[in-house]
């Protein structure tokens, strides 16, 4: 460790140095989260419904919840989204466009008892999802 009166340019130096030791550095200049997130860090993005499909939730909890698999229209990327509320897996179809969200786990991660779930849908094809299930608007006829 330099000391003395002219040591200040080799303390930056090895601070800029050590930096890149910590994972949390690294990960933030280089944009790691950006990266491998499929969303590519926006908050919403939409997407094409591939199929729906129920899960099992984690232990202590028992139920089926019901999920839609969804390819993003931005870059391709398939993901598994959770459909809230009692009966909104009801108004979803397949070839639907959906609009995801994040469900709002800690670090972006899944909530709850859902396993590897980390979206859900709030609207399908340009209307709101809760406004489907309380009958506040239909769904468009093709």
């Given at each position: 460790?330099?000391?003395?009166?002219?040591?200040?340019?080799?303390?930056?130096?090895?601070?800029?140095?050590?930096?890149?030791?910590?994972?949390?550095?690294?990960?933030?200049?280089?944009?790691?989260?950006?990266?491998?997130?499929?969303?590519?860090?926006?908050?919403?993005?939409?997407?094409?419904?591939?199929?729906?499909?129920?899960?099992?939730?984690?232990?202590?909890?028992?139920?089926?919840?019901?999920?839609?698999?969804?390819?993003?229209?931005?870059?391709?990327?398939?993901?598994?989204?959770?459909?809230?509320?009692?009966?909104?897996?009801?108004?979803?179809?397949?070839?639907?466009?959906?609009?995801?969200?994040?469900?709002?786990?800690?670090?972006?991660g899944p909530k709850g008892s859902l396993p590897s779930v980390k979206?859900?849908?709030?609207?399908?094809?340009?209307?709101?999802?809760?406004?489907?299930?309380?009958?506040?608007?239909?769904?468009?006829?093709?």
């Open positions: 460790m330099p000391k003395g009166l002219y040591a200040g340019r080799d303390l930056v130096k090895n601070r800029k140095k050590k930096r890149w030791k910590s994972v949390d550095y690294v990960r933030r200049i280089l944009k790691l989260r950006e990266k491998s997130d499929p969303l590519a860090g926006t908050h919403q993005a939409k997407g094409i419904v591939l199929e729906k499909r129920q899960l099992e939730a984690k232990q202590p909890h028992s139920g089926l919840l019901k999920c839609v698999r969804v390819q993003l229209i931005k870059n391709g990327k398939q993901v598994t989204a959770f459909c809230p509320e009692t009966g909104a897996i009801n108004h979803v179809q397949e070839h639907d466009e959906v609009l995801l969200e994040g469900i709002g786990g800690s670090n972006s979206w859900k849908v709030i609207q399908i094809n340009g209307i709101s999802l809760h406004h489907l299930i309380t009958g506040k608007r239909k769904r468009a006829s093709k």
